[in-house]
């Protein structure tokens, strides 16, 4: 499973990186995810799910 984030839509308000730090990161002034680690992917999911503009996809 991996989280990806639309870079174009992210408004780089940081709360998926607060909600999963151990899939989302910081880069300058955008969100980066990366590959889920086991036992993650509902906190992912849920992070996913707060995001003010929809765009990160966990799949």
């Given at each position: 499973?991996?989280?990806?984030?639309?870079t174009?839509?992210?408004?780089?308000c940081?709360?998926?990186?607060?909600?999963?730090?151990?899939?989302?990161?910081?880069?300058?002034?955008?969100?980066?995810?990366?590959?889920?680690?086991?036992?993650?992917?509902?906190?992912?999911?849920?992070?996913?799910?707060?995001?003010?503009?929809?765009?990160?996809?966990?799949?």
């Amino acid at each position: 499973m991996k989280a990806t984030v639309d870079t174009d839509s992210c408004i780089g308000c940081g709360l998926c990186a607060n909600d999963c730090p151990e899939v989302f990161t910081m880069n300058a002034d955008k969100a980066v995810g990366k590959d889920v680690p086991a036992g993650k992917e509902e906190a992912a999911k849920a992070a996913a799910a707060n995001c003010p503009v929809q765009c990160i996809k966990v799949a």
